[in-house]
T-cell receptor, first 113, second 114 residues
């Protein structure tokens, strides 16, 4: 199976502080995705990457930036965290079988006080 | 643009009863369709998918789903629910117009009574 490691798995921070979440994959996929999950909203795409230094915005990209300096790592940064960014963040990569089929990491729970 | 609607926020069934979770999509052509399951505190796991061919697809854990083009639906079914099926279920659609990046529904929470 594909390997994704998200870190940290849990983080509590204060409003206004910067936060970086890391997604590390061992499958050498071009595509990587960041979603956030909130009750009543399901999963919403924040940003995605289609190669090293190639990224694009998703549905809810405001307040987030991403970077991909090497194939295996996709970083999600909250420059100045707000309480509305309290959420569970999931990284995903293609599972390689059908276009659109994803394999997800275990998630990073972020609480902004 | 593609979109997905899961009209039921919560579904409660008794163990052993049958289950149907509804999913409707919006897209001009036939998209790729997925159902994922999320157990508490876990990531999402693919249950089944449809992209062509037979409109009744079988998945893991005894689940199946039927693609109905005329109704723009992809409902998930299971003939007999087990307590371990209690989880959050997400329908998703991927389409060429969106580079196949899947759009997810809001999810349906399944509660199973003993």
């Amino acid at each position: 199976d594909a390997g994704i490691t998200q870190s940290p798995r849990h983080k509590v921070t204060e409003t206004g502080t910067p936060v970086t979440l890391r997604c590390h994959q061992t499958e050498n996929h071009r595509y990587m995705y960041w979603y956030r999950q909130d009750p009543g909203h399901g999963l919403r795409l924040i940003h995605y990457s289609y190669g090293v230094k190639d990224t694009d915005k998703g549905e809810v990209s405001d307040g987030y930036s991403v970077s991909r300096s090497k194939t295996e790592d996709f970083l999600l940064t909250l420059e100045s965290a707000t309480s509305s960014q309290t959420s569970v963040y999931f990284c995903a990569i293609p599972s390689g079988r059908v276009a659109g089929e994803l394999f997800f990491g275990e998630g990073s729970r972020l609480t902004v006080l | 643009a593609q979109s997905v609607t899961q009209p039921d926020i919560h579904i409660t069934v008794s163990e052993g009863a049958s289950l149907e979770l509804r999913c409707n999509y919006s897209y001009g052509a036939t998209p790729y369709l997925f159902w994922y399951v999320q157990s508490p505190g876990q990531g999402l796991q693919l249950l089944l998918k449809y992209f062509s061919g037979d409109t009744l697809v079988q998945g893991i854990k005894g689940f199946e789903a039927e693609f109905k083009r005329s109704q723009s639906s992809f409902n998930l079914r299971k003939p007999s629910v087990h307590w371990s099926d209690a989880a959050e279920y997400f329908c998703a659609v991927g389409a060429p117009g969106g580079s196949y990046i899947p759009t997810f529904g809001r999810g349906t929470s399944l509660i199973v009574h003993p």
